[in-house]
């Protein structure tokens, strides 16, 4: 082996050694904890329903008004998001396979 792959191995084998800790992910998830419940809450609570209320009649009413099915699609799809969203995460990050 030549001087350049020797350094380089051992820049190598150093970052693996230093750094080989810090790759392992934790099942801990406390910390954010109090804010997903918090965003979860806003969501699904009246804040929620009232955004997802407004998208809705915004989309439609923008619809008639551009004689346009796609500006209604487009509330009723983000008012649909808006609801059900957190169930879809929650169901994606709990599934085991």
Known sequence: MNK????????LLMMVTVFGTEAFASTATSAFDD???????????ALGKSISLGMFIV??????????VIAAVAGIAGALVLQYAPTVISGIMSAVI
């Open 59 to 68: 989309g439609i009413g923008v619809g008639l008004v551009n004689q346009s």
């Open 35 to 45: 804010v997903y419940d918090l965003l979860v809450g806003w969501s699904t609570g």
């Open 4 to 11: 350049a792959k020797k350094l380089a191995f051992f820049l």
